[in-house]
Structure formats: C-alpha cells, structure tokens
T-cell receptor, first 115, second 112 residues
C-alpha cells in the first residue's frame, strides 16, 4: 500500500541520453515535489507543483522538465544527461501549506548514474 | 549559503540512553520546522514538527524543542532503540510556503 512511489529505483545511462523518472502518490495530496540529493547528501528542492501548476522552480538547468498530467502524478524528464546529474532524486507530496503546515511525504528515491 | 545547519555529522548513543540531535538556522523567516528520519536506500520519513508559536512538541519517545531567540532546535529521543539508527534531517520553511530547506543530516548510531 505504497503512498508515494517512483520508477525506476535505479537508472544507469550514458552521457547525452534523455531519461524520465515517474512519480505517483495515492495520498490525495494537492502538491508534489522533486528533490535532488547530491554526493554530499545535501537534499535540495528542484520543483513543486500544486494541482498541476508549477509553483516552485529553483535554479535548475532547463534540461530538467517536470510534467504533471494530473495531481497524483509528477514526472521528471531530463534531456542531454551530464555526469553531474548523477544523484538520488526523490519525489514527495503534501497537502500544501493549508494551516501553515507542510509535512511532506517522500518516495523511495531513484538513483541515477550517468556514465 | 546554508540556511539550515546540522553541525554534527554523526552521533553514537548507548541503547536506552537519550539521543539529542541539534539543528541551527539563520533565516528569521522560518517558522515551521520538521525532523525526518532516513534509512539507507529509502526516502526520508516524517517524524515530528513544530511551529514557531510553540517551544516544545512531544510525540511518544520523540520531543522537539525550539529556541527562537537562538535560532536553534533539537530532537530528543528517549529511550534510544537500535531501530533509531538512521540519518536524521531537520528542515524548515516560512509560514505558508511549500519550500522546505533541509540540513545536511546527522547519522545516529545506537549501540546495543
């Protein structure tokens, strides 16, 4: 009974390729996020969508494009992969900031390795 | 510019004793704080949170303390259990803002 799921869990690919990571949540949340955890284990937000609309877009190369077909899904597409894109990518969801609270629930992560 | 800092990368505590994990922040706009626990190869799991109108929040063995004047929060786990061995992240956000800023984590090891 997975709350936030991501596929694939591991992704190994060559430089220059294009790849996608999928995320789905069954918690009924309105807001979804993508985070990147780099080699120093620093967890940093990339994007956030609320009801399919982009609300946070951090300084991320435009090779990264999130797509939200509905509020239960937020996919991440990466063009022209570079070595520095190697990291663990986490999807998360929340009810947003209703009442000022923002507990986010995370998926298991996708470890991307670019060779 | 790291706005949320966890200055201890690791901590070892004897089983049954108290574990105290610390977190400092610099952004005075932060008013909601969370602690997450992370096991290897899994995503972070929400543990406990506190808003700036409180200075303490308790949930079972976990208590979070907030000192706004010092811009400091701490997580107390008592008694510590072997299953508590994990990496703990603190996170913060301004009121009404979806963006969470995370610290770099503290690896807690509980010694049986």
């Amino acid at each position: 009974d997975t709350a936030v799921s991501q596929t694939p869990k591991y992704l190994v690919t060559q430089m220059g390729n294009d790849k996608s990571i999928k995320c789905e949540q069954n918690l009924g949340h309105d807001t979804m996020y993508w985070y990147k955890q780099d080699s120093k284990k620093f967890l940093k937000i990339m994007f956030s969508y609320n009801n399919k609309e982009l609300i946070i877009n951090e300084t991320v190369p435009n090779r990264f494009s999130p797509k939200s077909p509905d509020k239960a899904h937020l996919n991440l597409h990466i063009n022209s992969l570079e070595l520095g894109d190697s990291a663990v990518y986490f999807c998360a969801s929340s009810h947003g900031t209703a009442g000022g609270h923002n507990e986010q629930f995370f998926g298991p992560g996708t470890r991307l390795t670019v060779l | 510019d790291q706005q949320v800092k966890q200055n201890s990368p690791s901590l070892s505590v004897q089983e049954g004793r108290i574990s105290i994990l610390n977190c400092d922040y610099t952004n005075s706009m932060f008013d909601y704080f969370l602690w997450y626990k992370k096991y290897p190869a899994e995503g972070p799991t929400f543990l406990i949170s506190i808003s700036s109108i409180k200075d303490k929040n308790e949930d079972g063995r976990f208590t979070v303390f907030l000192n706004k004047s010092a811009k400091h929060l701490s997580l107390h786990i008592v008694p510590s259990q072997p299953g508590d061995s994990a990496v703990y992240f603190c996170a913060a956000s301004p009121f009404g803002n979806e963006k969470l800023t995370f610290g770099t984590g503290t690896r807690l090891t509980i010694i049986p």
